[in-house]
């Protein structure tokens, strides 16, 4: 199986975030700053975001990496060495 590519994995990033957070205007989003600066976010919701990104990627995140998922492009790069290391 070949890795999404970055434009992919994004994508399937920010519908995840959207399936838990759906009132987020994806257009306004700023890819750089934390999730939490930019609209409600607790600590629920990175367990569900981490519950979908799973669903979606099969990616595993531990509860201590959570804080490497509040912005967007932290989840990007979070996930996409993940998936370049495979399973544990």
């Known amino acids: ?6 434009a992919e994995l994004r994508a399937t990033i920010l519908d995840a975030l959207l399936s838990v957070a759906p009132d987020v ?3 306004t989003l700023d890819p750089r700053r934390e999730f939490r600066e930019q609209f409600d ?8 975001f ?7 990627l099969g990616v595993d ?4 990496d959570y804080p490497r998922l509040g912005s967007l492009d932290g989840c990007v790069r979070y996930v996409a060495a993940a998936l370049r290391a495979g399973p544990p």
């Open 1 to 6: 199986m070949t890795e999404p590519s970055d």
């Open 25 to 27: 205007d994806a257009t």
């Open 41 to 48: 976010f607790d600590s629920m919701d990175y367990l569900s």
């Open 50 to 56: 981490a519950t979908a990104l799973h669903a979606r």
């Open 61 to 64: 995140v531990p509860e201590v």
